[in-house]
C-alpha cells in the first residue's frame, strides 16, 4: 500500500508541474514589445550621448575641464554601456530594407549584431571598461586619452552597426 501511495504522490507531483508549466506564459508572452525594447536602448542610447556631449563640451579648447564633473559623466557612460547589449534580444532583429520607420521606436541596428552578438558584446564591454577607466583618472591628460579612446570606439561600433539607407 505504501507503493501505491508513494507513487500516487509523484504521479500528482507530475500532474502539478505539467499544469503549471502548461499555465504559464511563454517565454515570447512573458517579455516587452519589441518596439519597447527598442526605444528604451534609444533612450540610453541618448543618455550616453548626453554624457559624451557633456565631456567633450568640457574637453574642447574653449571648455573648461572639471575633471570630477566629466568622471562622473565617464562613470554614468560605463554603467549604461554594460547594461546597453542587453538591449539587443533576438526580438528586436526587425531591420527591413526599405521600410518605413518611426525613429523612436523602429531598428536601426544592423542585422549582423545578432548573427555576431559576441563581437557586439566584447565592443560594448571594451568601451564600459574605458569609460571606467577614464572616470578614475587621476590626471587631465589621462582622461584626455581614454575619452579620445572611447570616442574612436563608439564611432567604431557606430559605423559597424547601424544601419543607414
Known sequence: MRGFFKQSRIVVGVLVAAFSVAAMPTLAEDQPPAKDTIFTRKVVMGEIDMNMDEIETMLAPEGKLLLSDAEEHAEVISTLLMAFPHLFP???????EGAERDPATDTFA????????????????EAS?????????????????QIKELRSRCNACHALNLKME
Open 90 to 96: 533576438p526580438s528586436t532583429n526587425q531591420w527591413r
Open 110 to 125: 544592423n542585422p549582423a549584431i545578432w548573427s555576431n552578438f559576441s563581437d557586439f558584446y566584447k565592443r560594448a564591454s
Open 129 to 145: 571598461k574605458i569609460a571606467w577607466n577614464a572616470s578614475r583618472a587621476k590626471k587631465p591628460d589621462e582622461f584626455r586619452t
